[in-house]
């Protein structure tokens, strides 16, 4: 297995060269060094000296990817996307274009993030894969029925609206928590309680119905009936039997999430007012800090390649006769 | 249940209030923009300040002991009279004397030791791993304010590795700035990219110390409104000891710099600054000492705004700044009484305010069961729909071009477009001077007679067959080429998103078709647009501007040809060249507010009014919402450093919030109890299903 996971990490260093270099050419392709300047310099009484100097100041006052007035291996090195590039590959993310170290910031930032994923994930994941379970019971029953009915329609509610009508309904009639904002340690709590519940109802349609099917499908195998012709009670068969042979098609969609948790969600966070990562990169391209969204996106795609090798890796977990090599 | 805040802070004396995007720079050499001037204007204090309640808006001494008279000097250096032609005078001189007694806030740039060394200005590695955030040092200090930190500030303005945004206009008027920034470049250079400058070492020529609590800036030629600089935070003092405390690499790793904790003399100190979540200004332990201003304009003391007269300032305590990105959460979070005061969004409008059938602004029964109170006033900004004077259609000197321009003016219903996209928050441009600024006229005298008349008291817009008669006569009967018969296209550059801005779009549209003129939308993203801009390439397009300072100069400027926009980058976005209004705006720029001056200004508002390089325009109307707690607030738009004088009364807001929060729980429990019943049916079936009894 360890030679395995050597060859993944080397086949992840093309990869995140690649995203590097697409996220470059992205971004530059709609802003000019002088757009960022101007946006962070302000639009009143700036003048091209200013934009110089700010471009001088942050190191964008150099080729975007090929210098032909350098020297050798210059003409490559000389460039704002070697220069900017080759310190993420040692998670050195620099400084943002305000001048504030993102390290610094994501360090902070991720906590907020993970405080209201974790729990979502785990109390979702307990959530959706016990009501799947028992609708897979129930199936072809009216319980079966109306459970879809209802998944379906949950599914189909924009996650705006499960947000908006929770702050409303819980914040301002019930008035049982706080509309918005975040608190450290323990305070946290009272703030983090209607996001995470929110995240919850709001996933239940979509993960009670793909889990249904993992089960329904697994339900219908021969092992199953084994299993109840020994006598075995339906739940113990569902949860002894069923869960654990259903647990590859579940890992492949969780263990591939559990990385990304770090990421938080835009949505969430902006509405709740959580100090979290979610929006830390729409503000950077809100505000054109190239730095974040470079740093941004290298870390997703690393969490990423992580989140997929951890899924294999859970594969041999789960089931003893996958073999990684 | 849903406070947001500590239960410990209930009753206390703090105001609590929202911001929606993160200060980008709290430094006050970088800091531009109003939402940073939020909390750079309680921290720092820069000379003078606007009086809190006069009006026309007037500059009284703050850090400084009185104002200061400009000398005016000629080439040779030889003192001019007042009353001498401004293109005499070479250089003007402004001298300040500082109060002696100003202390900074407690900060650890100024910790020391028993023998007076610096206690954190070279921290090792072992100091740094127990410094996360700047209330982790222990040990604080302070010293008095002198006339070297004024100047050490000035000369951050050119250093290179702080981009402040006025260093290009200030360098061409402070003397020798722009040699300062040479020199300083070449020394950063030398010493390397990360090296502290300390800059009492580099001299600059037009800045200098006079004693212990006076000095003096030399600026290039006349410029009266420079005194106005200095009341904004460019020019608020930095004391040496900040700048060598802050250049340390260990304190900027963390974060730790003078951009994100700023120090200052100021009435409040940021205690907290995590701008993800939440801000906190508290009381500066050193402030030393205002009154509340015994003396306004005219209505003042009616209002009760002079019943605090007198009485030591800062009012509050505490002010908490939460991180409020989206509408909603912040207006319910204001009608719960968990902030003071609240803007109202667009969506939010109908349910705070009405408007009656006279257009005025009045609360709703919701609004005033609450004791909310409404306070409205004219921003001092202008919006506008210019003309690029470049381009060949709408453009230009000719007589037709001025027609359809006129024409133009008189269809774009700025009036309707007010009431539509604006819930009626805002007036209809006159002139490009704002009210509140010297050089706006009231009623009848001040109405562009170009666009309006003025029926029953109030201007009227004239009647599209005006424009349309104008449209002919400038050779688009009927808005088609009489030369070619092809109809009139437009072209409007602009950048946004979104159904309000498509709304806004079709509105547009529909005011060129009144004329018949097709309007082509030429929409984009924004840094695309500013290139538009700044190369000319524009056709028609909106702008604004909000004010520096109170002055018309601050307004007028933007249409002074020497700062066109294109190839120029200047801030006359229409690219605007008027021989005859470019030698008024130089007479009038040097002159004190004299009847003369007004005279001058009218003049040039009516070549403007005559050559209409903006269609038309509005300045918008700020409406601010506060709690019955919240004591009576006077709008002052010029002054960033207000919250001094706020004052609010925390037992009336403690009973208040506590009346409108009641939890209920019984939805809740009916909830929980469906669910179980609902399960019954669930449980029988399994357990049926389990015995194997058929069904």
Not at chain 1, 37 to 54: C, F, P, S, T, Y
Not at chain 1, 167 to 187: A, E, M
């Amino acid at each position: 297995m360890t030679g395995y996971l050597i060859r993944r990490i080397l086949y992840a260093i093309p990869i995140l060269i690649g995203v590097n270099l697409l996220t470059f050419v992205l971004f530059f392709v709609v802003n000019t060094p002088d757009n960022m300047a101007r946006m962070h310099l302000g639009m009143k009484r700036v003048n091209q000296e200013a934009i110089d100097k700010w471009k001088a100041e942050h190191g964008y006052d150099k080729p975007l990817l090929f210098n032909p007035a350098a020297e050798g291996a210059g003409k490559f090195t000389q460039t704002i996307f070697f220069e900017k590039s080759v310190k993420l590959f040692v998670f050195d993310f620099g400084r943002a274009d305000d001048g504030r170290e993102i390290g610094v910031d994501i360090r902070q930032r991720m906590w907020p993030s993970l405080a209201i994923a974790v729990p979502a994930l785990i109390v979702g994941l307990l959530i959706d894969i016990t009501l799947a379970m028992l609708v897979a019971f129930f199936r072809a029953t009216y319980i079966d029925y109306w459970a879809v009915i209802v998944a379906v329609a949950m599914m189909s509610i924009s996650s705006l609206f499960y947000i908006i009508g929770g702050q409303f309904l819980f914040s301002k009639v019930l008035r049982l928590v706080p509309i918005s904002g975040y608190g450290s340690g323990l305070t946290a709590i009272k703030f983090i309680i209607l996001p995470v519940v929110i995240g919850l109802v709001a996933g239940i349609g979509s993960g009670l119905r793909w889990y249904r099917t993992i089960f329904l499908e697994e339900i219908g195998k021969e092992y199953v009936r084994t299993a109840r012709a020994k006598g075995l009670s339906e739940l113990r068969v569902l949860f002894g039997h069923v869960l654990r042979n259903a647990l590859i098609p579940i890992l492949t969609g969780v263990v591939v999430l559990i990385p990304l948790l770090f990421l938080g969600s835009l949505l969430t966070e902006s509405f709740f007012g959580i100090p979290g990562l979610g929006s830390y990169t729409i503000d950077a391209i809100n505000s054109q800090d190239f730095a974040i969204v470079r740093a941004m996106v290298f870390l997703g795609s690393v969490l990423y390649i992580i989140g997929l090798i951890l899924t294999d890796i859970s594969y041999t977990i789960a089931d003893p006769r996958v073999r990684l090599s | 249940m849903n406070n947001p805040y500590p239960r410990s802070e209930e009753g206390k004396n703090i105001l609590y209030s929202s911001f929606t995007e993160r200060p980008k720079h709290l430094d006050p050499a970088q800091s531009y923009s109003s939402n940073e001037a939020t909390f750079t204007g309680q921290i720092y204090e820069p000379p003078f300040q606007y009086h809190y309640l006069k009006r026309p808006y007037t500059l009284v001494p703050l850090t400084a002991a009185e104002m200061p008279t400009p000398i005016y000097l000629d080439a040779k250096g030889e003192r001019l009279k007042e009353t001498d032609p401004a293109e005499q005078v070479a250089f003007s001189v402004y001298e300040m004397k500082i109060r002696p007694g100003i202390r900074y806030q407690p900060h650890p740039a100024f910790a020391q030791d028993e023998q007076g060394r610096n206690l954190y200005h070279d921290l090792g590695p072992k100091e740094l791993s127990k410094i996360s955030i700047l209330s982790d040092f222990t040990q604080t200090g302070s010293r008095e304010l002198t006339a070297d930190d004024y100047v050490y500030q000035i000369k951050r303005l050119a250093h290179p590795k702080i981009q402040s945004p006025i260093y290009g206009f200030m360098s061409e008027y402070i003397v020798g700035l722009k040699e300062l920034a040479a020199t300083l470049q070449q020394a950063q250079q030398k010493a390397g990219r990360e090296a502290f400058l300390d800059l009492r070492e580099y001299p600059l020529m037009g800045v200098e110390v006079v004693d212990r609590y006076t000095y003096r800036i030399k600026i290039i030629g006349k410029y009266p409104q420079f005194i106005y600089w200095l009341a904004m935070p460019f020019f608020a003092p930095v004391p040496h000891e900040a700048d060598r405390f802050y250049s340390q690499p260990g304190l900027i790793e963390k974060n730790i710099t003078l951009d994100w904790y700023p120090i200052g003399t100021g009435p409040y100190m940021l205690t907290v600054n995590n701008p993800n979540r939440q801000m906190v200004l508290e009381r500066n332990p050193n402030f030393h000492g205002e009154t509340y201003p015994s003396e306004g304009e005219p209505g003042d003391q009616a209002a009760g705004l002079l019943a605090d007269a007198g009485k030591p300032l800062p009012f509050i305590d505490k002010v908490v700044f939460s991180l409020e990105k989206e509408d909603v959460p912040a207006w319910n979070k204001f009608l719960q009484g968990y902030y003071d005061a609240s803007g109202i969004s667009s969506d939010a409008f109908d349910k705070a305010v009405r408007i009656s059938g006279t257009g005025d602004a009045e609360l709703s029964d919701e609004m005033k069961e609450k004791g909310i109170r409404l306070v409205t006033s004219v921003e001092t900004s202008t919006f506008y729909l210019g003309f690029n004077m470049l381009d060949p259609v709408v453009g230009g000197k000719s007589e037709s071009a001025r027609k359809l321009r006129q024409a133009i003016g008189i269809a774009v219903d700025e009036e309707e477009s007010i009431a539509i996209f604006r819930n009626g928050r805002g007036i209809a441009m006159q002139s490009p001077i704002p009210p509140g600024i010297f050089g706006y006229t009231e009623g009848e005298a001040g109405i562009n007679r170009y666009v309006y008349d003025w029926v029953n008291g109030r201007p009227q817009r004239k009647s599209i067959e005006v424009a349309r008669q104008l449209l002919a006569e400038a050779g688009y009967p009927d808005g088609r080429d009489a030369k070619t018969g092809q109809p009139l296209v437009l072209n409007f550059d602009t950048t946004g998103t979104g159904p309000e801005a498509k709304a806004g779009f079709d509105w547009m549209r529909k005011q060129f078709e009144k004329l018949n003129i097709q309007l082509v939308i030429r929409n984009t993203d924004y840094n695309r647009f500013q290139d538009k801009m700044l190369k000319g390439t524009e056709q028609i397009f909106q702008w604004g501007w909000n004010a520096d300072y109170p002055d018309p100069e601050n307004f007028l400027f933007l249409l002074y040809g020497p700062n066109v926009k294109a190839g120029k980058g200047g801030e006359n976005a229409t690219n605007y060249e008027n021989p005859e209004f470019d030698r008024l705006f130089e007479k009038m720029k040097n002159m004190e507010n004299t009847p003369e001056r007004k005279a001058i200004i009218d003049q040039m508002v009516e070549i403007i009014r005559r050559d209409a390089p903006w269609a038309s325009g509005f300045h918008p109307k700020q409406f601010g919402l506060y709690h019955a707690w919240y004591r009576k607030a006077k709008p002052n738009l010029m002054a960033n450093n207000t919250l001094k004088y706020a004052r609010i009364d925390p037992a009336l807001r403690a009973r208040q919030r506590q009346a409108w929060n009641k939890p209920v729980w019984w939805p809740v429990a009916l909830l929980v109890g469906v669910l179980v019943i609902g399960t019954l049916p669930a449980v029988a079936t399994y357990r049926r299903k389990e015995r194997g009894i058929p069904r």
